[in-house]
Structure formats: C-alpha cells, structure tokens
C-alpha cells in the first residue's frame, strides 16, 4: 500500500516531504475546527471565517509537527548522522535517520528535543494568550493561540509515552543502553513496552466505542475512541516493525561473512578468452559472476553485464581482464567481517559480490542473494 508524498521544500538542508495521507487529515482538521471548536468558542462569526481560521489553525499545527521533527533532525546532524528526508504523515511526522545514535546519550538527546520543540512552542502560545488578553479585538488571535499551544503540549506528552518507536520509548531504549551496553537488547525491550502501549491503547479505545454505543458514554466519545483505536494499532505495529528490524540488524552484526560464504570458488584466469569464459564457465556453472586471478593473485571481477557488453562476435579476439572490473578495496572482505559490512561495501562499492580473502587466499564467495536468503530464513 504506497501512497504517494510530496516534496515541498528544505530545511535544514533536508528534504520535507508530504504524504497523501496528511492531506486527509488537513482537511479533516479544517472541518473540524471551523464546524466545532470555532463557532463554539467564537460565536458570531461568518462560515467563510471559521472556514478561514480553521485552515489558518491546520497550517499552523502542521508547522508544529515539522517543527518538532526538526527538532530531532538538528541534533541528529550535530552527532553526524545524516537526515534521508522529513516525511509528514496521517499520525505526524517522521524524520527518517541513516544511522543510528553513535551512544546512548545521542540517543536521549535526539530523542527529547522533539517533545522540548513541542512544549517551547506550546509555552509561547500561552504566554502570547496571557498577555494578548488584555487587549480588545484578539479574540481570533487568542483563540488560536490557546488551541495551538494545546495541541503542542499534547504533542509533547503523547510522543514521552515510552513505547518505542515513540520518543519516549527511544529515551528508554537510551537508559536500557546505557545500562545493559548492548543497543540491540535495549531496542528489543523498549519494542516490548510499545506493543504493550499499543495493546493498551487499542482496548480502551474499544471500550470508549462500546460504552458509547451502549449509552453509557455521550454518542460523541464514539469518534474519540475510534481514533484511540487506530492510534492503538498504528503504535503496535510500528512497534512489532521495529521489533523485527532489531532482530535482523543484530543478525547482521553479529554473524561473520564466513557463516554464509560459499566455500567452493570458481575463479577465471585473466588470459581467458570471453567465448571460453562463457562456454566453461558462466554456463557451466551458472554463477553470476567470477573473481579473476593472474598468478594466484586476484585482479578482478567479471560478471554477465561485463560478459554482454561485448558483441558475441568478438568474444574470440577478447580476454577476461580487458572486460572485468579491476581489483579495488572495495571488492574484497575478510571472512571474520560482520555480513552488515559486506553488505555497506556491496552498496558503496557497487558490487553485487565479494571476494573473501584471508592472509592474501582466496577463501570464499559472498553474494548478495545469499544475505536476502539468509535473512529470510532468520526472519521466517
Ligand atoms: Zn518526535
């Protein structure tokens, strides 16, 4: 199910992008406010003025939450972990990290700033109603103000729950780090305490519609719990998500290359012809590609896109090391390496294999299709 999103500028240097989703919820907003909270609090206003304010009010909110997301984002980039994109959806806000926090203390502080972004702004907004009380004519203003700085303490409270993925759960998994020193158990913990919040949530919710449907809540909570209800599930499946990608991330960094290498290597000489290398060896075996050895030395890489980019006619007049990849650093590994690194060093290297090399041999074969198998396996 992948909605489309939007990119509608940058801050920070970052890209702010906005899902399909959130528009839902802007114009749920709107509507809400300019048909209920409004005319409510402001009584004799025109329509076209709650219509007005209440856009004014979801634009105003939808700053808030791009506010606190940058939050996170510009303590992130101040321990160096660079921000892919801010993404602002049905339930909020995502600023999606490349990294992870460096130490627990990353972590906290990444973790609060949000909700400190939250309640500086929903302080303001009190302070702003405080003082423009006194004078006539504001009422609009004050209205906001007052409705805005709500919201904004609301932000910050419900993000302190400490369910991860929430902030408050990302502040736990930063205590249970510090204290047990290892991030993946911490992650897993802090996962835990989200499904119960989740679950928690979920349940009253059905219990608020039950109530209201029964007659012993007014009909009105009937929305409210149904809104708790997705929140519910929406935290309990973000929470399950991340609980998985711990388990494969520790995984990764735990199992050596040497647990899923290939063992038998094949490896083509770089005098061979390209009609012989395929004849007696790409179909012979079916690999993808070969290392490429002069003198017991590897030189090389050579797979089929190297093979095909030649015209079949001339695979006779060629030799493999005219064609193949030549050696860098960046095409070998050593089998005790976590498969986590094979995989960084598949992607900045552009490889879809490695060599692996021990004491200057040639040990083993690591592909990326044999990593996507074995986290199948351990994720199955
Ligand atoms: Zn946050």
Known sequence: MQMPSWEIGRALGIPIRVHASWFLVFLLVTWSLSTGYLPDSLPGLSPERYWAMGAVAAILLFFSVLLHELGHSYVALYYRIPIEQITLFIFGGVAHMRREAPSPKAEFLIAVAG????????????????????????????????????????????NLIPGFPLDGGRVLRAGLWAWGKDFYRATKQATVIGLAFGAI??????????????????????????WVVVIGMFLFAAARASRRQAAMRQSLATVPVRDIMVKTVV???????????????FQTYGYGGFPVLADRRLVGMVTVSDVQGVAPALWAWRRVEQVMRPFSESLVITPEAPVIHAMERMASGGWDRLV????????GLVTQSAIVHFLRLRSG
């Open 267 to 281: 490896s083509i000489p770089a005098q061979c012809a390209l009609d012989e290398a395929v004849n007696q060896y």
């Open 356 to 363: 692996v090399v021990q004491d200057g041999e040639v040990v």
């Open 115 to 158: 909700p400190v972004v939250s309640f500086a702004i929903g302080g303001t907004c009190f302070l702003f109603v405080i003082l423009a009380e006194s004078i006539q004519g504001l009422q609009g203003m004050i209205m906001l103000g007052a409705l805005l700085g709500i919201v904004n303490v609301q932000l910050g409270l419900f």
């Open 201 to 226: 949530f979920s349940l009253v919710g059905l219990l608020i519609v039950y109530r209201a449907a029964s007659g012993e809540l007014p009909a009105s909570m009937m929305s409210n719990g149904g």
